[in-house]
């Protein structure tokens, strides 16, 4: 039986998809093995909510000014450089997105949220979670947003965190398992119990159609 606590309301939600940008991808700088094997699901997922006339948040990274996770430092002092501003591998893919569009790194690192769509945006976040250092939460409170749908890359990393961070916030969320790559049932395992909900593409895609 679903919890009425946290089962989500779709009607309310909005896509939130993390660092899903070229350096990423397998064959980037910093790849992530099976993200590009997600660009399907993903795909499916951003044509759904621009149907349904949902938000949806590009959250990416952009590395600039120093500005780096202390785990990724001493890779930075020997001049690796992923995701920087004005950048292709800093890029969305084209196929995840409305139209062409040309990334505002400067007004994004000042936390402005980029509106690329009218209820498509882009925000910059400096480290793993979505919420860390951003205006997420208060673009989502101006949307009435109360469930989150969280899909993209590495779920160890950024995706837990933004889920974790979620549920803190008292949001109802979801990880979309086959939308998201370095997930496994043991760390799906590991997020149930603070109440996010496991869900696939065809599952949202069924809550929408009823």
């Known amino acids: 039986m679903s919890d009425p606590y ?86 969305i893919p084209r196929r995840l997105l409305p139209n062409d569009v040309t990334l505002k790194p400067e007004q994004l690192m000042k936390g402005d949220v980029q509106r690329i769509s009218d209820r498509e945006f882009v925000v910059w976040k400096p480290r793993w979670s979505a919420f860390h250092r951003t205006n997420l939460d208060a673009f989502l409170d ?35 398992t086959d939308a998201t790559s370095g997930i496994t049932q043991d760390r799906i395992d590991d997020i149930v119990p603070i109440g996010v909900v496991p869900l696939t593409v065809a599952e949202v895609e069924a809550a929408f159609y009823g």
């Open 142 to 176: 101006v949307l009435g947003v109360d469930t989150v749908i969280v899909a993209g890359c590495n779920f160890p990393n950024c995706p837990r965190a933004t889920l974790f961070d979620a549920t803190e916030l008292d949001y109802r969320a979801a990880i979309i």
């Open 6 to 91: 946290v089962s989500p309301r779709f009607d309310s939600s909005a896509l939130v998809i993390i660092d899903v940008q070229n350096d990423f991808l397998d064959d980037g700088p910093l790849g992530v093995v099976g993200t590009a094997d997600r660009l399907n699901e993903l795909e499916r997922l951003t044509k759904l909510y621009r149907r349904m006339g949902r938000p949806i948040f590009h959250v990416i990274r952009l590395y600039a000014d120093g500005d780096v996770d202390n785990v990724r430092r001493t890779s930075f002092d020997a001049g690796v450089r992923v995701v920087q501003p004005h950048t292709e591998g800093a890029d």
